[in-house]
């Protein structure tokens, strides 16, 4: 079993910035992508950012040159630093993680762009 725990989320302004973490634990001896997914009420969970082991990137178009994924393979720790956060950012945000053929989900963290 792989625990994800997020920290980070909270409330910001349009134009401010925000980061999170994803820690992870547990049987966690090849951890492959992680990433971050968000999700609205009522809507899809949508794929934001991910990175590989190996230090790939992908972003989603509505969040790239403004979100970065990136992780601390030592620590197995994924972030998302968001810049430039708009009123349509808002949602619970994710964190994944894959080991294997399998998939892991943190609680999700809520995120709020004031307008």
């Known amino acids: 079993q792989v625990q994800l725990v997020e920290s980070g989320g909270g409330l910001v302004q349009t134009g401010g910035s925000l980061r999170l973490s994803c820690a992870a634990s547990?049987?966690?001896?090849?951890?492959?992508?992680m990433g971050w997914y968000r999700q609205a009420p009522g809507k899809q969970r949508e794929l934001v950012g991910s990175i590989t082991s190996g230090g790939d990137s992908f972003y989603s178009p509505s969040v790239k040159g403004r979100f970065t994924v990136s992780r601390d393979n030592a620590n197995n720790t994924v972030y998302l630093q968001m810049n430039s956060l708009r009123p349509e950012d808002t949602d619970v945000y994710y964190c994944?993680?894959?080991?294997?053929?399998?998939?892991?989900w943190g609680q999700g963290t809520q995120v709020t762009v004031s307008s």
């Open positions: 994944h993680a894959t080991v294997g053929p399998m998939a892991y």
């Open positions: 547990g049987s966690i001896s090849s951890l492959n992508t």
